[in-house]
């Protein structure tokens, strides 16, 4: 059966780390406060609170606490708080990024070449092995293949994870050859929505909805006088 997706958040947990439910506000946190505390681990901090970190990224205490809360697997301690190295372990494991993915891009203009370059990647737990287009003139030997590879790639190495870099019209069509060679999550940078089976995660992309949003705020700034 076929549907219509939403954004869905199904991020990777452990049994012993289910504290709690968490909210897609608190998800999309949670990446940020781990780049945090690397930087701080960097720096030679061993502990920190939660009063420590919602004060230096300026954001509320008590939702920075509820956040921390729901994936830490020790919890902090009064007046030491959180070990940083064990809350970094266990945002990395709630994350997922502790486990290693495989993941192939649909599309190798110049927004697929740029994901296929990002070296940030490895960091959060993504490898992407391949690249696929129809344009006969980017295709080499290495990473970006004929369309043609895709299923064979992405059965022979197991992959999991589709990203969508096509033009809209054509960004159906792909997601259904992804999800025939078992692909189970899908990236989608395209502006459209797309049907797809239940069991398979999509996760949307839209460059222009987010200027849209960032056009709109700055208005309202402009229009209330908080700047110029």
């Known amino acids: 059966m076929y549907r219509q997706t939403e954004e869905l958040y199904l991020p990777h947990r452990k049994a012993e780390q289910m504290n709690g439910t968490i909210s ?26 939660a009063t420590t970190v919602a004060n230096e990224l300026k954001l509320n205490e008590v939702q920075v606490r509820k956040d921390l809360a729901s994936v830490s697997v020790t919890g902090g301690k009064p007046k030491t708080g ?14 997922g990024y502790d486990n290693t993915k495989e993941a ?16 940030e990647f490895d960091r959060y737990g993504l490898n992407i092995v391949a690249a696929f287009d129809t344009d006969e003139s980017i295709i ?22 589709g990203i969508i870099c096509v033009p809209p019209e054509c960004a159906q069509s792909v997601c259904d050859k992804m999800v025939a060679s078992g692909i189970l999550a899908i990236w989608n940078f395209a502006p459209v929505h797309l049907s797809v089976p239940t069991g ?29």
């Open 24 to 49: 897609r506000q608190a998800l999309r946190r949670l990446p940020f406060y781990l780049d945090y505390l690397k930087k701080k681990q960097a720096d030679g901090v061993r502990n920190i609170s």
């Open 82 to 95: 959180y070990v940083a190295a064990e809350l970094i372990r266990d945002l990395e494991s709630f994350l």
């Open 104 to 119: 192939v891009i649909a599309g190798a203009g110049k927004l697929g070449q740029a994901l296929l370059s990002y070296k």
């Open 140 to 161: 080499d030997s290495k990473r970006i293949l004929p369309a043609d590879k895709m299923a064979d790639i992405c059965s022979r190495l197991k992959v999991h994870i």
């Open 200 to 228: 398979v995660i999509v996760q949307y992309e839209n460059l222009a909805a987010s200027l849209a949003v960032l056009s709109q705020n700055l208005e309202f700034e402009i229009r209330d006088g908080h700047i110029f």
